[in-house]
């Protein structure tokens, strides 16, 4: 008998492991990617991550929602991102050990800290201490929202980042602007506990050549 070249395959066919295992309801980025960039960027990378999740959220469930209003005013809405990322780890069966409103006041209360922080130092007020209280204060801000990262990751079935966790060019882009605006904040802190650079290099001239 000749075989049916039009008959269907007698084998059992399977989905190959990898990208098309994972979901989509969430931003994937790696731990060591996401570290990063938003510490280079002086947390400036929040913004573009928590638009990123809110629209891939939106697109995946339907929901009517605005991801940048989301992104602007993100202190009253992490416990909101948090709350869905949790929901989609229990319909998923996906095990991730965390606290997601916990996670989410962490990162409420150090973004308010930070901003205090930040108010008082453009005020001069505890100067130098709040300058340099308000770049401490960014790490609080990070591993808060690391926590909540690995947790996305997790929900969308790849715990690790793998399918994100190269940097691009334009991550290597951001984070030269980033050195920039971390040697004008580090200058800053500098001069508000009195180091003058200008000082420092007449001090390192010898008197005897100075007067020749």
């Known amino acids: 008998m000749e075989p049916n070249l039009y008959a269907p395959p007698t084998a059992a066919v399977t989905q190959p492991a990898g990208p098309a295992d994972r979901g989509d309801e969430f931003l994937i980025v790696s731990a060591r990617k996401f570290c990063i960039l938003f510490f280079a960027t002086f947390g400036v990378y929040q913004l573009y991550w928590s638009y990123m999740h809110w629209a891939r959220y939106r697109a995946a469930s339907g929901e009517y929602l605005w991801p940048l209003v989301r992104t602007l005013f993100a202190i009253f809405y992490t416990h909101a991102l948090t709350a869905r990322i949790d929901a989609v780890l229990r319909k998923?069966?996906?095990d991730h050990a965390w606290a997601p409103g916990?996670?989410?006041?962490v990162y409420v209360i150090a973004t308010i800290?930070?901003?205090?922080?930040d108010q008082l130092s453009a005020r001069g007020i505890g100067s130098p201490h709040t300058d340099?209280?308000?770049v401490l204060a960014l790490l609080p801000v990070g591993w808060s929202l690391?926590?909540?990262?690995?947790?996305?990751?997790?929900?969308?079935?790849d715990p690790r980042g793998e399918s994100n966790a190269r940097l691009t060019v334009a991550n290597y882009a951001w984070i030269?602007?980033?050195a920039v605006l971390w040697l004008l904040i580090?200058?800053?802190?500098?001069?508000?506990?009195?180091?003058?650079?200008?000082?420092?290099?007449?001090?390192?001239?010898?008197?005897?050549?100075?007067?020749s």
Do not use: H, K, W, Y
């Open 146 to 157: 690391l926590r909540i990262q690995r947790a996305a990751n997790a929900a969308c079935g």
């Open 113 to 117: 800290g930070n901003a205090v922080l």
């Open 92 to 94: 998923t069966g996906r």
């Open 176 to 178: 030269a602007i980033g």
């Open 132 to 134: 340099l209280l308000g």
């Open 186 to 211: 580090l200058l800053g802190v500098a001069a508000a506990f009195g180091f003058n650079l200008d000082n420092g290099v007449d001090a390192a001239i010898p008197e005897s050549a100075s007067s």
């Open 102 to 105: 916990a996670m989410a006041t």
